[in-house]
């Protein structure tokens, strides 16, 4: 019987089934080779302890290093450490914030959420350039204020620390990206479930706590994990703001070990795989949660009505507004400041404000050259992503191929490692295989490199919203006669369309301000704005890295906003 | 606005001894949408009264403005204007600034969607307004409250059973159980059967009536599907673009419908446009349609009705007589031709064509009736109504 | 008899001028022939030191000499190019012909893979090898222990110690010696001696100079501040929250300097420290396998002359070319004649500079 209905749907209409195993072949071969190649090289390279130059010997050396050195240690202390301030801070709060933007009669919605998704895009450099300008301990501005007004031989702010760090990622990202990701989520929640709990009884914020929350358990906890693996990836803001202080980070101290003389591949590729075993079960778990069914359906015929705040209504306004304005534009508004001082940080010498800065970078042809690259790689980007992610997300979802869910969990684990680390394994993989060598050195590697990193968001969007669309658009285009590349072209792709733009956005951004993937693949002729950025940083010309920093925050604001003109939202739906 | 506290059972208990002693009472409610293309008025003037034990139904097509009375009755939308008392206590009020929050009024409200919350058992979901809601109950009272709500709805033993597990009939069940644990002043129901399936549909809908009768609960019933309101109903309220069209008993609202509106809304009728031809004469106007003149019985309000004046002529397709063949030359009598049949069983439901008007009629089944067979109808003047055009 | 004598003479003479001047020639199209197959090769890899200046410095200034030779540049760190190069090298590509840079990354990682050619035999250009115009001769700059393959053509003397004598009275700091003076801790900041640089030379110099046992006491020291932030030490030392500083960097001063801040931040010379020098990032090497020897051999040409050299000396602000025919960079700088000075840079100090950076992991508790 089901012989029978497996050949009729194969005649009928649609994909083929033995079409479908090829594509779901390809794409699973060419998706493993690139994720898993890495990361296989990166694993087995811990192993390796010669000294470059003698032949290789496998020890467990560099194991011993990650291990027991008390600096790794410390760093790996610390990363943890942070992230757990970052996640117990803005967690509670973003929860707060996306059910006011999306479940009261908060005014001004539509603006404060324009605001978080702005702040997704701004670069983490950029910004933290411009809260140095605001929290140094010497010269900031807050700083400065405090002294003025309290009369105090010194201001309480301190960017370079731990709660500096701390602060300058919620300051940005990390709070911006849950709020994004959850309004959505709590705006389609059925409302009667939360109005069958006001009329029992339970008050307002009641309500929030014991209903709101525990159904959305399953979204929270995906966001969290999200997050998590995020927050491991962190890599500028504290290369930048770790160094005076010391304050070693997982990332930044696998960039100092393959930055010895000779590099330490040995323990730094140690530290990686320990890592990513940490990390492995929450893959696990982030598919699971993804993958049940969910059984909050959109209900009822009304539109769900927003809960009155009553007189808690402009109060809450000014919180929310508050926030939003202080994670845009006051890093903004500083960095763009910073940009024409001749000497960053100093307010109070005979000439402070200068036009120069701007004039030196612009006449600079390394920054024409990266600007051209930039834009060239972005776009570039964008559009593989669209291709390659779309084309995976619908052999993970639509087709019968037998390993799709194995393609499916491949997908997830570039997230898990950090840039830098793809970015070797990505370097050794170009330079080991001989079809791929060609393409080093060039443009294309960096493309490359920044889509095989952020594969892991693009499909899953890709592929929650192929859920939505459901089956029966495509059967009733086959039932009228389309063939499958027809129902493909004029069903589902403009039905998709949407979706692509988004994630082509998301990837641009991503490609232009990426720094630790392609600090080490990209050579001379194809160094990026962002790396620019970190050189001159590296080498203490703030002057110039804000000008840089100011030109790519532009450039993906700027994209960020026609995106946004054009009603792109981002939404996580489960 | 000024916050209350909310009711207490005991109060409505003392006060509710008088037998027509009015738990709801609306008046002047006023609400109104602000959309893209402008304020749209959902309710414009309703006001209504429901006894002690009654069974209140608003029935109204879509956007008539019934769920959303329900609504500002329960708190989850704030009027414009007008009044709500609840037992006779004053829950809004737009003259005196009144607006008790929802989780004060110990309404009880059975959703659309059940809104059974998914992450609880059976017992959780029931138990939560006796822990949450205005009349707390002490703790080791609480199994043994829930217990007897469930028993009510005949869910006795699935107390322990996580609420996504549940089938939609047996949501409704609990939903239902749910609103009345705290035994509240007025139950609320908002289309409760309009997601079930039909023959679900009819067992739960005398399931619910026996179970709101034998509670001598007093409800206050939304729903779009006039038979369920008919049968539920010890009132019903017929609403359309946000007022009522008229408000009496099922009989009444079914028989002697105020307009052509009600007349349509609620079963079914056939209507023929014509013009008074004749005054009121002991008690009959004569009213000239396309295809005769038709004989109408003491119409109400038979003064209004001037000769000449264009008017709608309804009859009840069951009040239709049909006779096969013609043979009688009695008033209101016409020939017809059948133009469609549609056998369900019992009946067979006609359509006839008569002159150039279109009739339905129920015939009975074993009628032997035939596409274009000529035939008769009567049209008895009793069971004609005249509405103006 | 004597007009044959005379005009035997005179055949000598104009044999051996004829002789004399065909040699010249010869030397000549030697040259011209590496020059037109350089421009045949069109192109030179080079990787060099990162920054806009240096680029200026080493490759604008070539490129107008010889249009017809195009140069690849690579400007990203030392650090960042190893990891890379090694890689590259270890799968067979081979796309680089010179490094120019710090002579740390060389040493200790390109050297041990055998990436480079001996040196000497690519300078092919007249007067480029003229030892009376190198300091301490043509052969002084070698880097290296084999003295063959890397070649320092920068040597500015170290300036290891500044204090912002806005803040601190000189008659109370007087030397080296008194960084081990309980009274000014939380007073001294020091780029970290754990990473190579220039934290790390000095560092080395206190080893030589004053033994071990004062470096493990300044190394142990808990209110010196390690910084790895080059600007962060530089900024503190100007603004005077740690007026007394260790291998503060001289360029990076000079900008605050130039802009009117930080004026009374000047150097602390001691006479008891060993006067040492560094190339910067002043040292070139050959890679083998090269892809264009010829154009290879042009630029190196033109580097060490005196064209080259002008060109660094100029541009590149705090350094001095080794070159004694060129602008003079810094004066106070500047190699003199006859004193001894360490090359904290060169090869034979490696070992220390390990052990330095090992007693550093161990003993700084930041």
């Not at chain 1, 010391?246 to 930044?252: A, D, G, I, R």
């Not at chain 2, 010890?234 to 509106?261: C, F, H, K, W």
């Not at chain 2, 009739?359 to 009975?364: K, L, M």
């Not at chain 3, 790895?228 to 005077?240: H, K, P």
Request: include cysteine.
């Amino acid at each position: 019987m089901e012989k029978v209905a497996g050949k009729t749907a194969g005649i009928t209409g649609g994909f083929r089934l033995e079409a479908q195993a090829v594509a779901g072949t390809m794409a699973l071969a060419v998706v493993a080779f690139l994720v898993l190649y890495p990361i296989f090289l990166i694993i087995f390279n811990s192993f390796q302890v010669a000294r470059p130059g003698a032949p290789p010997a496998y020890g467990l050396e560099g194991w011993r290093i990650a291990l027991s050195s008390s600096g790794m240690r410390q760093a790996v202390y610390n990363t943890f450490a942070l992230l757990f301030a970052r996640q117990a801070i803005s967690f509670p709060f973003a929860i707060f914030l996306a059910w006011l933007l999306a479940r009261t009669d908060l005014p001004g919605k539509g603006w404060l959420e324009f605001m978080f998704w702005l702040s997704f895009f701004l670069p983490s450099l950029s910004v933290t350039l411009g809260w140095i300008l605001v929290l140094d301990p010497e010269y900031g501005i807050a700083n400065q204020l405090w002294k003025w007004l309290f009369g105090t031989q010194n201001g309480p702010f301190n960017i370079y620390s731990f709660w500096g760090i701390v602060w300058a990622h919620l300051g940005h990202n990390t709070t911006a990206i849950k709020v994004m990701l959850l309004t959505p989520a709590f705006r389609n929640m059925d409302a009667s479930l939360e109005e069958a709990s006001r009329v029992s009884g339970a008050s307002t914020l009641g309500t929030l706590a014991r209903i709101l929350i525990p159904i959305m358990a399953p979204v929270l906890i995906v966001v969290l994990i999200l997050a998590i693996i995020n927050g491991l990836q962190a890599f500028e803001v504290e290369l930048i703001l770790g160094a005076p202080i010391n304050l070693q980070v997982y990332s930044t101290q696998i960039y100092r070990l393959i930055h010895q003389e000779p590099p330490l591949f040995g323990p730094a590729t140690a530290l990686s795989t320990i890592v990513l075993m940490v990390l492995f079960p929450l893959i696990f778990i982030q598919r699971w949660l993804i993958g049940r069914r969910d059984y909050t359906t959109i209900g009822g015929r009304y539109q769900p009505r927003p809960i009155g705040l009553g007189r808690w209504r402009y109060p809450a306004f000014a919180l929310v507004a508050f926030v939003a304005v202080l994670i845009t534009v006051v890093p903004m508004a500083f960095l763009t400041t910073g940009t024409f001082m001749s000497l960053f940080g100093f307010f109070n010498i005979e000439h402070p404000w200068t036009l120069v800065n701007w004039r030196r970078v612009f006449q600079d042809p390394i920054f024409l050259k990266s600007l051209r690259n930039t834009l060239i790689m972005a776009a570039g980007a964008g559009l593989l992503s669209v291709f390659a992610f779309s084309l995976v997300a619908y052999v993970i979802v639509k087709t019968k191929f037998a390993w799709r869910s194995l393609l499916d969990f491949i997908s997830w684990l570039p997230s898990t490692v950090p840039g830098i680390l793809m970015g070797i394994g990505l370097l050794w993989l170009f330079l080991d295989s001989p079809f791929l060598r060609p393409l080093y050195g060039s443009i294309w590697l960096l493309i490359l490199a920044t889509v095989i990193g952020s594969i892991t968001l693009g499909t899953q969007i890709i592929k929650s919203n192929l859920l939505q669309l459901g089956k029966e658009l495509e059967e009733a285009s086959w039932t009228s006669g389309a063939s499958w590349w027809h129902t493909y072209r004029r069903i589902m792709v403009p039905l998709l369309l949407p979706t692509l733009i988004l994630v082509g956005v998301l990837n641009f951004i991503h490609a232009a301000r990426d720094i630790s993937t392609v600090a080490l693949l990209a050579s001379s002729s194809s160094r990026t704005l962002a790396l620019l950025q970190l050189d001159f940083m590296v080498s203490g010309r703030y002057e110039s890295a804000a000008v840089v920093a100011t030109m790519v925050m532009i450039l993906t604001t700027g994209v960020a906003l026609a995106a946004r003109a054009f009603g792109l939202k981002l939404g996580l739906r489960t | 606005m000024e916050h209350r506290r909310g009711l207490f059972w005991g109060r409505v208990r003392l006060r509710s001894a008088a037998v027509f002693f009015k738990m709801l009472k609306v008046a002047g409610l006023k609400k109104s949408y602000a959309t893209d293309r402008g304020a749209v008025e959902a309710v414009r003037e309703v006001s209504f009264e429901v006894a002690k034990g009654e069974v209140f139904t608003l029935l109204g097509p879509s956007g008539c403005g019934k769920s959303t009375t329900l609504r500002c009755i329960a708190g989850l939308e704030t009027p414009d204007a007008g009044e709500i008392e609840l037992a006779d206590c004053v829950v809004y009020s737009s003259h005196t600034g009144v607006s008790v929050p929802t989780h004060e009024r110990g309404v009880g409200m059975v959703f659309q969607s059940y809104a059974i919350w998914p992450h609880m058992t059976v017992y959780e979901n029931v138990v939560f307004p006796l822990r949450f809601g205005p009349r707390r109950v002490p703790k080791r009272e609480l199994p043994e409250r829930v217990r007897r709500a469930l028993r009510l709805v005949q869910m006795e033993g699935m107390a322990d059973r996580p609420a996504p597990l549940l089938s939609g009939g047996q949501q409704q069940r609990v939903a239902l159980a749910r609103a009345l644990v705290y035994e509240p002043a007025v139950l609320l129901l908002d289309e409760p059967l309009s997601n079930l399936d039909a023959k679900l549909r009819l067992e739960m809908r005398s399931e619910l009536q026996a179970l709101i009768r034998e509670l001598q609960v007093t409800a206050l019933y939304v729903t779009h599907d006039q038979e369920e309101a008919l049968a539920l109903s010890d009132r019903i309220a017929v609403m359309q673009d946000g007022v009522v069209q008229q408000e009496g008993t099922p009989q009444e609202i079914y028989l002697s419908p105020a307009n052509a509106y009600v007349a349509g809304f609620v079963g079914r009728m056939n209507f023929f446009e014509g013009k008074i031809e004749d005054g009121a004469r002991n008690g009959t106007l004569r009213v000239s349609l396309s295809f005769g003149k038709v004989a109408v019985a003491s119409p109400v309000a038979a003064e209004a009705f001037q000769l000449g004046r264009a008017v709608v002529v309804a009859i009840r397709p069951e009040d239709v007589v049909l006779r096969a063949e013609p043979y009688s030359q009695e008033n209101n009598a016409f020939p017809a031709t059948v133009s469609r049949l549609l056998f369900v069983g019992n009946r067979i439901q006609c359509e006839l064509q008569v002159g150039s008007c279109r009739c339905e009629v129920e015939a009975e089944g074993r009628m032997g009736l035939r596409l274009q067979s000529a035939v008769q109808v009567e049209f008895p003047p009793e069971r004609l109504s005249l509405f103006p055009i | 008899m004597k007009i044959q004598r005379e005009a035997a003479w005179v055949a000598v003479f104009i044999f051996v001028l004829f002789l004399g001047f065909r040699g010249n020639a010869e030397g000549q199209s030697a040259w011209q022939k590496v020059l037109a197959d350089a421009e045949k090769e069109g192109q030179v890899s080079i990787g060099g030191p990162p920054g806009d200046t240096y680029r200026a410095a080493l490759m604008e200034e070539f490129i107008k000499k010889y249009p017809k030779i195009k140069v690849e540049w690579d400007g990203a760190s030392g650090r960042d190019k190893m990891a890379r190069l090694m890689r590259e090298r270890q799968t067979g590509i081979f796309n680089w012909d010179l490094y120019i840079g710090g002579s740390g990354s060389p040493l200790r990682v390109l050297k041990p893979i055998g990436a480079f050619d001996p040196f000497r035999p690519e300078v092919v250009g007249p007067e480029v090898t003229d030892n009376s115009k190198w300091y301490g001769g043509f052969d002084f700059g070698y880097v290296d222990n084999e003295r063959k393959l890397i070649y320092g053509f920068d040597a500015t003397s170290a300036e290891v110690l500044h204090v912002n004598w806005d803040v601190i009275s000189p008659k109370e700091f007087k030397g080296i010696k008194d960084l081990a003076d309980p009274k000014w801790a939380g007073k001294i900041a020091w780029e970290d001696p754990r990473q190579e640089g220039s934290g790390l030379n000095t560092a080395l110099l206190f080893l030589l100079s004053y033994g071990e046992d004062f470096l493990k006491k300044l190394l142990s020291d808990p209110n010196i501040v390690f910084s790895l932030d080059r600007r962060q030490i530089t900024e503190w030392i100007v603004r005077g929250r740690y007026p007394i500083g260790v291998s503060i960097p001289t360029d990076l001063l000079d900008t605050y300097r130039d802009k009117g801040v930080g004026k009374n931040v000047k150097a602390l010379l001691d006479p008891t420290l060993g006067a040492s020098y560094t190339q910067g990032f002043g040292s070139v090497a050959v890679f083998n396998r090269r892809p264009h020897p010829n154009a290879t051999r042009v630029y190196l040409n033109w580097l060490l002359s005196k064209e080259g050299q002008t060109s660094w000396a100029t541009h590149i602000g705090g350094r001095n070319s080794r070159r004694l025919d060129v602008p003079v960079g810094v004066p106070e700088l500047v190699l003199k004649p006859d004193k001894k000075y360490i090359n904290t840079q060169a090869e034979e100090y490696i070992p220390k500079r390990e052990y330095i950076m090992k007693l550093g992991k161990e003993l700084i508790r930041q």
